[in-house]
């Protein structure tokens, strides 16, 4: 299979925590990009993090990318309700002309 | 602006039918793409098309074909439904390198 994997697969935590997932993948990327997607809809981009780059961050969320490692995290700060969904991360290889590479997800539950 | 629209959203077949999956978005993008999703299985892709005139097969073509009949729009075929199909189906769009991906709402497909 060409996926990367998430980790954990699922996430329990109280509101007002941090929720961190961790994606690794295999090939050679020119950038890496989570998602959202609520219960029945479809994705929602969240960030964008380049090969080239080490740290990212958007509102309340961190993203970190380690090529040598083939790995990244998504850090989702001070956790809400709302934020309960699945969180996908997908790879661009760096090759010309493909898709994006979606992991099997990560499903975090933020409870009030 | 509608983004990416797909039809139907639900949908029963039985097996051995034939049925197409519509896609089409309104943003000029290149990059189309579909995807099916299982529980437990994240997205795969099933084909992806870089630039209108141009397709190709991801992991699970088996048992699909496809369509880029022009930059908006992109079908997916089912020649002879069996029940491994039953998934839900995402199209989704993209600019050039280093853009997010914009998906569709999904149909969810049971086949019988």
């Known amino acids: 299979s060409q996926q990367g994997e998430e980790d954990p697969q699922a996430l329990s935590i109280q509101e007002g925590e941090n929720a961190t997932m961790n994606c690794s993948y295999k090939?050679?990327?020119?950038?890496l990009q989570w998602y959202r997607q609520n219960s029945g809809r479809g994705l929602v981009h969240l960030i964008l993090?380049?090969?080239?780059?080490r740290e990212k961050h958007s509102g309340r969320l961190r993203v970190t990318l380690d090529t040598s490692k083939k790995s990244s995290s998504l850090l989702i700060t001070a956790s809400r309700a709302a934020d309960t969904a699945s969180y996908f991360c997908?790879?661009?290889?760096?090759?010309?002309?493909?898709?994006?590479?979606f992991g099997k997800g990560t499903t975090l539950s933020v409870s009030s | 602006n509608a983004g990416v629209t797909q039809t139907p959203k639900f949908q029963v077949l039985k097996t051995g039918q034939s049925m197409t999956l519509q896609c089409a978005q309104d943003?000029?993008?290149?990059?189309m793409y579909w995807y099916r999703q299982d529980p437990g299985m994240g997205l795969r892709l099933i084909y992806y098309?870089?630039?209108?005139?141009?397709?190709d097969k991801g992991e699970v073509p088996n048992g699909y074909n496809v369509s880029r009949l022009n930059k908006r729009e992109f079908s997916l075929r089912l020649e002879s439904a069996a029940p491994s199909q039953t998934s839900v189906y995402f199209c989704?769009?993209?600019?050039?390198?280093?853009?997010?991906?914009?998906f569709g709402q999904g149909t969810r497909l049971t086949v019988v």
């Open positions: 989704a769009s993209s600019g050039d390198w280093y853009t997010e991906a914009f």
């Open positions: 090939t050679s990327i020119n950038n």
């Open positions: 993090i380049r090969s080239n780059e």
């Open positions: 997908a790879t661009e290889p760096n090759q010309a002309g493909t898709a994006l590479i």
């Open positions: 943003m000029n993008h290149n990059s």
């Open positions: 098309s870089a630039s209108e005139g141009t397709t």
